[in-house]
């Protein structure tokens, strides 16, 4: 059984829907320390001017050390306003807005206490889209101990997995020796990102998953997943 276990992040990426859909079991790594300016807040979408972040505002006040599980959501700020007109502003004119930004409306503006709340809605939401059925845990659930690479190890290891599937990145820290002592593979994603019809040329990678479905609509999932027929010239290296 191949595992994959990953932060959750807010409108992920393309690379991000791989990994769920090559997974046998997905966890979402909820019990380790929220870090700030990084991808658990926030994404990039695609605007006539260019790419730009939206950002999810977080109660950070006193609470530095705190858990992705734990942080909760700045309301203070009227942001899902600002997302949702952004959102459509962007994408209005692309051929399937109309089949996902009622979806989004609705998830935002049901106003989540938790950003993992929201987070987790968004992405079961795409993966239903998507037609990935993978089923997704939540690693606060499980009894594994340790940290780091001990730790990820020991949660495959209660999963009864064989093989573990992460980011290329993932290289740089990861203590491989664990993972052949507990005899798990250790894969590499890989991942070649596709180049698809967007609007307002030239094409911009690395985008929200929400830039591919906005786009390219029931077809999104070949695009994102089914490489064999692309040609080189057609895919971009990860950027995991």
């Not at 594994?144 to 495959?156: E, K, W, Y």
């Not at 507990?182 to 307002?200: D, M, T």
């Not at 911009?204 to 390219?216: A, E, V």
């Not at 029931?218 to 895919?235: M, P, Q, Y």
Request: hydrophobic letters at 35%; one cysteine or more.
């Amino acid at each position: 059984m191949r595992v994959v276990i990953l932060q959750p992040g807010y409108l992920p990426w393309l690379g991000f829907f791989d990994q769920l859909r090559r997974a046998d079991c997905f966890v979402i790594y909820d019990d380790v320390q929220y870090t700030r300016r990084d991808w658990r807040n926030r994404n990039r979408i695609k605007t006539k001017s260019g790419e730009i972040y939206l950002t999810v505002p977080i109660i950070n006040r006193g609470r530095f050390h705190q858990l992705i599980k734990d942080a909760e959501i700045d309301y203070s700020q009227n942001w899902t306003y600002k997302h949702l007109t952004t959102i459509s502003t962007s994408y209005k004119r692309a051929p399937f807005f109309e089949n996902y930004y009622p979806a989004l409306v609705s998830i935002l503006s049901s106003k989540p206490k938790y950003l993992i709340d929201l987070n987790i809605q968004i992405i079961q939401t795409c993966a239903n889209w998507l037609a990935i059925k993978t089923p997704i845990i939540f690693s606060s659930n499980l009894n594994a101990s340790g940290s780091s690479t001990l730790r990820l190890v020991n949660i495959c290891k209660e999963l009864k997995a064989d093989s573990y599937l992460t980011g290329d990145a993932a290289s740089a820290y990861l203590d491989k020796t664990l993972f052949d002592k507990a005899n798990i593979k250790l894969e590499y994603h890989g991942y070649k990102h596709p180049i698809y019809n967007q609007l307002y040329p030239p094409f911009l990678p690395y985008m929200s998953i929400i830039d591919l479905l906005f786009s390219q609509g029931d077809d999104s999932l070949a695009i994102l997943s089914d490489l064999s027929n692309l040609s080189d010239e057609k895919t971009l290296e990860s950027e995991d």
